[in-house]
Each structure stands twice: as C-alpha cells, then as structure tokens.
C-alpha cells in the first residue's frame, strides 16, 4: 500500500503541536520535514532545533529532505534531532558516495532526491546504498508549486532501474501530489506520497490524508 508523507512546510507554523497531533491520529506514515538553507535552493525553513521539538510529539517515521548545499556537513546532528531518514540531494553532493555511506552508519535510512533535470541514470552506480530516491515533481524550494507531468516517466525508468538491479529502495514522489495525480504515480510504480498544499489547505486533512492513502 502506498505511504503517505505530509510535507509540513505548509502547516501553520504557529500550531505545530496541533498539526503534529493530527498527523499522529491520521493515515499519515511519515513526517515528511524540508530543511532549506537559502543557497541550495532560495527559500530558507527550519533546521534540526524545530525537528527535534517535533520529535518529542510524535513516533511516527521523520523523513527529513535536506535542500542545502553541504548535507554531509550535518548528518550526525539531523541524527541526534531525531531524523529516521536523511535525504540529500543528488545535485549538492560532491562524495554521494560517502555520504550515503555516513548516513547509513549514522544510523538512519539514506535517501537521494533528483531535481526534475536530473537523470534517473545517474545514481545507477550507488543503488544498493540508498533506501529511498525522493523525485522531485517540482523545482525544490516552495510548497503549492504545479506538478511536472514529466515525472510519471521518470518514476517508470526508475521502476525498472529497481527491478533489473535487484535493489528495493523506495520511490517517493515529492510536489504537486494531489488527487488528480495520485492514482497514476502508482501506477507508475511510486511508494511514498509526499503532500503538503494539497494536505495543508484542504478543509479537512485528515480526511486528504485518508483519500490519498486508498486512492488506490
Ligand atoms: C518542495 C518541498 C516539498 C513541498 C511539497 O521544495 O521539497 O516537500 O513542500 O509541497 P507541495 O505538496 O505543496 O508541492
Ligand atoms: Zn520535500
């Protein structure tokens, strides 16, 4: 069954205990928490202080999207806030390798995202150290943005990626997730939902929660 990230960058800020309270009592199986540092991509969020405080609110999975340049620099730290998986980004890593590597023996599940430009191909040679490729539907750096419809291909050519590598690394599909396009990532062979507008501004997120997770 699909998984559902709700992405907490649309939530209201000033509720965070409450949003994390509904979030603990929907479908949702993961937090899904973008860390953003002006540089990588321009827009600057939250570090490992707030996550830490949400932390202590919720048992729930925290996968943590790193949207800044350097992610190796702060992999023990997003471990001790509290991160399950640590994603970084394809494009901000100069030693992918070693740093899939150190997430990993930190303790936590590594995760690789790709922008919209970035081939699928290019992480072939490091498939069997990466438990999740988060593709990015949208350019990272703001929640509401439109989905690119170029991504059904790409979840498809990494789909097949998996099989003929034997890997089972998850495929999470992360902006402009909403009810129109859903049904057919999964069909395109996408694990992880992430949602944050789509969640966030409807009148009852718990219940978008809900209809994403059965969609299929
Ligand atoms: C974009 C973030 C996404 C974003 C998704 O840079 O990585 O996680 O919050 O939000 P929506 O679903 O609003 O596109
Ligand atoms: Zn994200």
Redesign the pocket.
């Known amino acids: 069954m699909i998984l559902v990230a709700p992405?907490l960058?649309s939530a209201d800020f000033t509720r965070l205990a409450e949003v994390s309270d509904m979030l603990n009592h929907s479908d949702a199986d993961w937090f899904?928490l973008?860390v953003m540092d002006g540089v990588f991509v321009p827009n600057l969020t939250f570090g490992m202080h707030v996550i830490s405080q949400l932390r202590a609110l919720s048992q729930k999975v925290f996968d943590v999207?790193l949207?800044i340049v350097q992610p190796e620099r702060y992999i023990d730290d997003f471990r001790a806030a509290g991160a399950d998986i640590l994603t970084i980004h394809y494009e901000a890593s100069t030693h992918l390798h070693r740093s899939l590597s150190a997430i990993r023996q930190s303790g936590m599940k590594a995760g690789v995202?790709l922008n919209p430009h970035t081939s699928v191909h290019l992480i072939e040679e490091v498939l069997d150290m990466i438990d999740v490729v988060?593709l990015?539907s949208v350019n990272?750096g703001f929640g509401g943005q439109k989905f690119i419809e170029n991504t059904y291909v790409k979840v498809m050519k990494l789909h097949e990626m998996r099989s003929n590598s034997g890997e089972n690394f998850l495929i999470e599909v992360?902006?402009g997730v909403n009810m129109l396009n859903a049904a057919k990532l999964i069909d395109a062979g996408a694990d992880v939902l992430?949602a944050?507008n789509f969640v966030f501004s409807s009148d009852n997120p718990i219940e978008t929660i809900h209809k994403l997770k059965t969609c299929k």
């Open positions: 992405s960058l899904h973008d999207h949207m995202a988060c990015m990272p992360d902006g992430v944050g």
